[in-house]
């Protein structure tokens, strides 16, 4: 009777821990490092920041996507042959602003998914 209660109880944690990894799952993050305002015609430097545990040739931040104004502006694509540099990395682009900017960034794990936008907005002084 204790074996059949230890073989159950055994299955059970196991089953329970497996529907639990989900939540543990190490998604993509991204945070945009931008200045909130600038002059009319400057050339902005935006800085992505990326993490994600692993970077592996089975588990890798697979895209980077940016947004301006609500269009697709940069996309960068990785592959299991073209991982990222490391599992915390930074992505830069440039952009002149001319008017107010709004820029998303979202990053996805090929596994995991993402663990969300980040979104800032940049005022253009005239």
């Given amino acids: 009777m204790k074996s059949k209660f230890r073989i159950t109880s055994t299955i059970t944690l196991v089953f329970f821990l497996f529907l639990s990894l989900g939540s543990f799952a ?43 104004n609500g269009e697709e502006y940069k996309k960068w694509e990785y592959t299991k042959d073209n991982l990222p540099d490391n599992q915390n990395f930074t992505l830069e682009f440039k952009i002149t602003a001319k008017t107010n900017l709004e820029i998303i960034v979202e990053g996805n794990c090929n596994k995991h998914g993402s663990k969300g936008e980040d979104k800032v907005s940049i005022k253009v002084e005239q």
Avoid at 27 to 32: F, G, H, Q, R
Avoid at 40 to 57: D, L, P, Q, R, S
Wanted: aromatic share 4%; no cysteine.
């Fill in 26 to 68: 190490n998604k993509t993050s991204v945070k945009i490092v931008a200045p909130e305002t600038v002059d009319a015609g400057t050339e902005v430097t935006v800085k992505i920041e990326v993490t994600h545990i692993g970077n592996t040739k089975a588990h890798y931040t697979d895209w980077v996507v940016v947004k301006v």
